[in-house]
Structure formats: structure tokens, C-alpha cells
């Protein structure tokens, strides 16, 4: 690698990996190479489809805040994203106090039809040097730009031949370098890739997500006319929680045997339609989703968050801005039990469905100040004592007026997704 004196590059200076601490061994990452080694276990995941910007300070490089977004499609937007990016991610390290001496950016893009990971490398170059111009304007020089694609890396920053080939260099495999080492005795966790996180979230596809609309359309209308013959808000809400606890302990007594989207099915099976449209429809109350958010820790943790999987997953058709509220909570959850790369997808799709929904945007906020969320933990458990009295009332109310019904479910039949929950 060729050095500049205009700016120092990596080559020139010690970065310190995320997992280092005051009080542990420092990483250092000298090379384009381990720079690209080290960004998922920056982000926890390995992002796909995005532009990742990484704060540099001081002499010794220690990382500092991150800005993860997608790039956009159209050329046309490439040099109002490169602007905002820039000032969002550098003015946020001003107001912590801190201004970056340099930034690291990454554009992670596979490969589209015929194309190969170095045509994807020459299409983004304009971007990159875009965003370079725009951190250099704000007097943040931009110190190395990675393309990663189709399993291999480039430098837009480096000419020099003999470290940064035309042909890309291959990326580590994973698992095998000494970040990865590092990563795995200091507890941090590869969660997957973006798409991977984002699908586990995303509205059930085919004949499924059909009765799902069904379902909620079913549910919505049925809801009006209570409402115009004199149930009340309250009662509303107390049927809300109570179906959402009864839904919680079936998830406790039948847990999935795998993980991941084979578990995300076990949980789709579990839950029928009518079931999870009466609970989308009821978590659309505030004072419902305060009582939901309380679930965030101990053994009610896994199950809500199970919960509000499967119901974001079944707010398909007309009814996609409902997820906002299960996404939202899906966040909370993951925030609240030490995920946060889970928790800022989570966040970040629940103002896409909903992009004015208040909780959503300042719970993604607080997650990305670094915010501790035992703050909130307290607020709520001092929420939940508080209004105990007051629940158990309108429950006894709700429960004296409810029409007998269907009182157990027996556990699912494993199946696929676009299956599960057919003719509940």
C-alpha cells in the first residue's frame, strides 16, 4: 500500500477493533484485508446490500460510532445520500463531544445477474468518491473506502497493485482469522446476514399471507360494531393482553426443536389467524403496547419475543403499517436482552412500515446513542406495579363478558412457512 501525506492510511496506523477495551488486549487492523475481516463483527451481521460508515479518533484509530443504510438504487440519489450520511454520522460524533479524525467506509453490494463483483466495484465508484468529497467538506477525511462483493474486497483509496489487485483480493473465510479469534473469546456474535435477519421480520408470501389479510379484515370489521354498542377501550385493551399472555404460555409449553426460520415455522403453526389479527389489531392502543413492552426480560422475554415475530410476520396486504407496532416491540425485546444488531434491524424496518411512529423512533435513537436500557427497564417495571390493580379489574370485567369459546390448542405439525396456520 502506497501512503499519502495528505492522509494517513491504514497501513500508516493502528486501528482498534470493537473488541478491544481499556481494560483488554487491543486489535489492531493494519490492512484493507482486515478491515474487511472485521465489519461484520462490527455490526454483528453481515450487512448486505448496504453503505457502512465506521468514526475513526485519535492517533491510535479506535473505532467509534456507525451508520449502516441501504445504497440506493438510483444514481441520481447517490449525492443526497452521500451528503446526509456524512453529516448525520459526523455532526453525531460532535454533539457526543467527540469529532472523528477520519472515517472507514464500506459498500456491500452482490453481484445482479451477469454481473461480476468487480463490475459492482466500478458501478459504485462514483458513489464512493461522492461520499469521499462530502466527509472531506465537514474536514473528516475518508481513510479507506472498501467494495466488498461476490466474496471478495477492492480499495478504492489504495493504487497500489502489489496489495490491492484489479481483480480484488478473496475475503477471509470465516471463522478463520485472528479478529474472528478475538471476536469469539471477547462474546461477540455473527447473527447471520441482513437478508437473513430482515426475512425472519418480513410479511408471510402465497396462499398464507392471504388468509392472514383475511383474517384481519374479518377482525377489523367485527371490532367497529362492539365499539358502537358499548365496549369500551378498556375492555378492549384487557382482551388484548389477556389473548397475548395465553399466546405466550402456548410458546413456552411448545418450544421449536431448530432455530431460525425452521423455528419462525414452528411459531407461524402455533399461531392461528384470527388468532393474530385480533392481537395486531389490539396492539395498534398505546396504553396495549406499554403493557407488552413490560414483557422485556426474565422468562417472559423469549416467548414475547417469539410473539411479536410471528405477528410482524402476519401484517401482509392493506395491513403493512400495522407492523410497526410487533416490529417495534420485536426491537425492544432484542435491545433489552443485549442484541442490539437485531434490535437496530428491528427498529429500522418499524419506521419503514410506519416511518411517524414515535416509540419506534426513539427506542432506534436511544439504541444507536448507546444508550443503556436499563433505564427504560426500570420505568416499566415501576409501570407494571403501578397498574396491577387496575389490569386485574378490567380483566374480571372483560372475562364476565366474553363469550365462551375454544379454550386449548394442542402443538403444531412441523411444515413450511408458506403453510403454516392454513385453516386456523
Known amino acids: 500500500m502506497t501512503n499519502s501525506s495528505e492522509s494517513r492510511r491504514p497501513s500508516d496506523r493502528s486501528f482498534i477493533s470493537p473488541a478491544g477495551t481499556a481494560n483488554e488486549p487491543q486489535i489492531t487492523l493494519r490492512s484493507p484485508a482486515e478491515l474487511a475481516d472485521a465489519l461484520p463483527y462490527m455490526l454483528g451481521f453481515h450487512p448486505s446490500d448496504s453503505l457502512v460508515m465506521v468514526a475513526v479518533h485519535g492517533e491510535g484509530g479506535r473505532f467509534g460510532g456507525r451508520l449502516r443504510v441501504g445504497i440506493p438504487t438510483a444514481p441520481a440519489e447517490w449525492e443526497d445520500t452521500a451528503r446526509q450520511v456524512a453529516d448525520c454520522l459526523i455532526r453525531g460524533s460532535e454533539r457526543r463531544g467527540v469529532k472523528p479524525d477520519g472515517i472507514v467506509v464500506y459498500l456491500c453490494q452482490e453481484p445482479r445477474g451477469e454481473e461480476s463483483g468487480r463490475a459492482v466495484m466500478t458501478r459504485l465508484r462514483p458513489f464512493a468518491q461522492r461520499i469521499r468529497l462530502a466527509c472531506g467538506a465537514l474536514d473528516v477525511p475518508v481513510l479507506e473506502a472498501l467494495c466488498l462483493s461476490a466474496g471478495r474486497f477492492w480499495s478504492y483509496v489504495c493504487p497500489d497493485e502489489r496489495c490491492c489487485p484489479a481483480e480484488g483480493s478473496p475475503l477471509a473465510p470465516v471463522g478463520t482469522s485472528v479478529m474472528a479469534a478475538a471476536a469469539t473469546f471477547a462474546g461477540l456474535q455473527i447473527r447471520g446476514s441482513l437478508e437473513e435477519i430482515e426475512g425472519r421480520l418480513a410479511p408471510l408470501r402465497g396462499p398464507v399471507a ?126 433489552s436482552t443485549g442484541d442490539e444488531p437485531t434490535a437496530r434491524i428491528a427498529l429500522g424496518m418499524a419506521l419503514r412500515a410506519d416511518a411517524e411512529y414515535r416509540f419506534a423512533q426513539l427506542l432506534h435513537h436511544a439504541c444507536n446513542e448507546g444508550i443503556d436500557p436499563e433505564g427504560l427497564r426500570q420505568c416499566l417495571r415501576q409501570e407494571r406495579l403501578r397498574r396491577e390493580p387496575r389490569r386485574s379489574r378490567a380483566a374480571s370485567t372483560a372475562a364476565s363478558t366474553r363469550p365462551p369459546g375454544r379454550r386449548g390448542r394442542t402443538a403444531p405439525r412441523r411444515g413450511s412457512r408458506r403453510t403454516a396456520g392454513s385453516g386456523q
Open 210 to 335: 392471504q388468509e392472514a389479510e383475511q383474517a384481519l379484515d374479518r377482525a377489523a370489521a367485527a371490532l367497529m360494531p362492539r365499539m358502537l354498542h358499548g365496549t369500551t377501550r378498556q375492555e378492549v385493551g384487557a382482551e388484548t393482553i389477556t389473548l397475548a399472555q395465553v399466546l405466550m404460555r402456548r410458546m413456552t409449553l411448545a418450544p421449536p426443536v431448530e432455530s431460525g426460520v425452521q423455528g419462525d415455522d414452528w411459531d407461524d403453526a402455533l399461531l392461528g389467524h384470527d388468532e393474530a389479527a385480533s392481537l395486531i389489531l389490539g396492539l395498534q392502543d398505546r396504553e396495549v403496547r406499554d403493557v407488552a413492552a413490560e414483557w422485556m426480560e426474565g422468562e417472559e422475554a423469549a416467548p414475547a419475543l417469539r410473539l411479536w415475530r410471528a405477528l410482524a410476520r402476519r401484517c401482509v396486504g392493506a395491513y403493512g403499517e400495522h407492523a410497526a407496532r410487533p416490529l417495534t416491540l420485536a426491537g425492544w425485546v432484542s435491545w
